[in-house]
């Protein structure tokens, strides 16, 4: 079974993906914020990482950008998932080493889909 790490401060997000991706066959982590994130990332190594990009403390990308400098956890796909819906805001994350962007308001299908298409 691949696990997802869902990571958001708005616990209706955490639990609205949770419940989609448990739906379609996936084990669920969830984090409130980037440092417990990272906290899960080292104790189970999630096969695919979905995050809001607006946090307090340490946003998505900074959370993205410390990943991606981490030899053990550089490979593990992320999904920025924000109510950020301008181009230039999905060119920058790209940057980041983000691999899907999605908008808040995306379909359940549209989620699952894209975890599907980076764990397959």
């Known amino acids: 079974m691949k696990t997802v790490l869902v990571v958001d401060d708005m616990k209706t997000q955490l639990d609205l993906i949770n419940n989609y991706l448990n739906e379609a066959g996936y084990k669920v982590l969830t984090a409130s914020d980037g440092e417990e ?6 104790q189970h190594q999630p096969d695919v990482i979905i995050t809001d990009l607006v946090m307090p403390e340490m946003s998505g ?60």
């Open 37 to 42: 994130a990272l906290n899960k990332v080292s």
């Open 61 to 120: 990308l900074e959370f993205c950008r410390k990943l991606k400098k981490d030899s053990a956890t550089a490979n593990i796909p992320v999904i920025a998932w924000s109510t950020k819906n301008r181009s230039m805001d999905q060119k920058w994350a790209i940057k980041q080493g983000v691999a899907t962007y999605l908008v808040k308001g995306c379909s359940k299908e549209e989620i699952v889909q894209a975890v599907q298409g980076l764990t397959s």
